[in-house]
C-alpha cells in the first residue's frame, strides 16, 4: 500500500467519517485522494451561491473609471431586486434632454449622487446577514 494512500485513509477515518460522497466517475491518480478531496469540498464549502456586485464602471479616452465593489456576499434574489431598482432610478433621473434619450447610469449616479442611488438601489431588499455593503464608494482615478 502507497504512504500517500495510507495517510489519505487515516485522514478519512479521523475527519470525513461522517459524510459519503456522491459516487463520481473514476479519475486519474489514488481514488482515495480524489475521495478525500471530495468530502473536504463538502465540509468547507456552502452549498449557496454567493455574489459581488460592482458598480459604475466606464470605459471612455477622456475620463475612464473602474467599478467598485459595492455589495460583497449577496445573493441571487438580492442582485435581482437591486438590478429591478437601478432601472426604476434611471427612469426617475434619466435627463430627458439627453441625446437619444439615453444616458450613462455613472453620468446620472454623478450628478444626483451615490447615496441618492443606494437609496433607491437597496429599496426592499432583504440582504443576507453574510453580505457587507461598501459606504460610501470612492472611484479610483482622474478627477476634473
Known amino acids: 500500500m502507497c504512504k500517500l494512500r495510507s495517510l489519505c485513509q487515516e485522514m478519512r477515518a479521523e475527519v470525513c467519517r461522517r459524510i459519503e460522497p456522491a459516487e463520481l ?5 489514488c481514488p482515495e485522494v480524489h475521495r478525500l478531496r471530495r468530502m473536504r469540498c463538502q465540509l468547507t464549502r456552502s452549498g449557496k451561491k454567493y ?10 479616452k477622456k475620463n ?8 460583497k456576499w449577496a445573493d441571487e434574489e438580492s442582485i435581482i431586486k437591486i438590478i429591478l431598482n437601478t432601472y426604476d432610478y434611471v427612469k426617475e433621473y434619466i435627463d ?6 439615453k444616458e450613462h447610469i455613472g453620468y446620472i449616479v454623478d450628478r444626483t ?10 429599496k426592499d431588499v432583504q440582504l443576507p446577514e453574510k453580505a457587507e455593503v461598501m459606504s460610501p464608494v470612492y472611484w479610483k482615478g482622474i478627477n476634473y
Open 96 to 101: 430627458p434632454h439627453a441625446p437619444g434619450g
Open 64 to 71: 475612464p473609471r473602474m467599478g467598485e465593489d459595492f455589495i
Open 25 to 29: 466517475p473514476p479519475r486519474a491518480g
Open 113 to 122: 449622487g451615490f447615496e441618492e442611488f443606494k437609496r433607491w438601489a437597496l
Open 51 to 60: 455574489y459581488r456586485l460592482t458598480l459604475l464602471g466606464r470605459t471612455g
